[in-house]
């Protein structure tokens, strides 16, 4: 059974620190996506990589960058946490050219006080 | 500016209802129209999709009904059960775009025993 693995089910940070969300999957996927989902607002494209080391801005990328170093793990970083931070995020991947193949990770929620 | 409008935000169902959540969209590109269920505390799994070729899928209690023309799609969710309590996206690609899904912005079904 495929996987997309987030390190962390909850967490909470002070409001400055730096923050770092894990995202792994064994599917060998070369796409890989992370989302925040808040209430009313749904599902909200961060970043995303097509590639090891190569990363895109997606719809809602400020305060946030990413690393890819490797293929099965794209990290999601919150360089200085604020408040209007607080969410769930979730981590997906897909196989290229696909459609089908998008899996979601379990999501973390954090919390920033 | 949205491109997958999904309504009712929050639908209240009696068990053994019919529970119907509708999307509508705007860019003639789109060509897969996925529905993914999510339940508390997990990530969005894919339930059911449908390409616009045809005007009806069916897989158990849960079917699409897609109407090219008008641009619209919906999910019906037959004999309602507890069990189908989640929140349901509606999502559409553009084979020749990204292959990155636009969401809608969810709605947050429960059914009352």
């Known amino acids: 059974d495929v996987k997309v693995t987030q390190s962390s089910r909850y967490l909470v940070k002070r409001t400055g620190e730096k923050v770092f969300l894990e995202c792994v999957q064994d599917?060998?996927?070369?796409?890989m996506f992370w989302y925040r989902q808040d209430p009313g607002l749904g599902l909200r494209l961060i970043y995303f990589?097509?590639?090891?080391?190569?990363?895109e801005k997606g719809d809602i990328p400020e305060g946030y960058s990413v690393s890819r170093e490797k293929k099965e793990r794209f990290s999601l970083i919150l360089e200085s946490a604020s408040t209007n931070q607080t969410s769930m995020y979730l981590c997906?991947?897909?196989?290229?050219?696909?459609?089908?193949?998008?899996?979601f990770g379990s999501g973390t929620r954090l919390t920033v006080v | 500016q949205q491109q997958v409008k999904q309504s009712p935000q929050s639908l209240i169902v009696q068990k053994g209802g019919i529970s119907i959540i509708n999307c509508a969209y705007e860019?003639?590109?789109?060509?897969?129209f996925p529905w993914y269920q999510q339940f508390p505390g997990k990530g969005p799994a894919l339930l059911i999709a449908?390409?616009?070729?045809?005007s009806e899928k069916k897989e158990g209690r849960f079917t699409i009904s897609f109407n090219k023309s008008a641009k619209q799609f919906s999910l019906h969710i037959m004999d309602s059960q507890p069990g189908d309590s989640a929140t349901y996206f509606c999502?559409?690609?553009?084979?020749?775009?990204?292959?990155?899904?636009?969401f809608g912005r969810g709605t947050s079904l429960i059914v009352h025993p």
């Open positions: 860019n003639t590109a789109f060509d897969y």
């Open positions: 449908i390409r616009p070729d045809v």
């Open positions: 990589s097509y590639d090891v080391k190569m990363k």
């Open positions: 599917m060998d996927h070369e796409n």
């Open positions: 997906a991947s897909s196989p290229p050219g696909q459609y089908y193949g998008y899996t």
């Open positions: 999502a559409a690609h553009a084979s020749g775009g990204s292959y990155i899904p636009t």
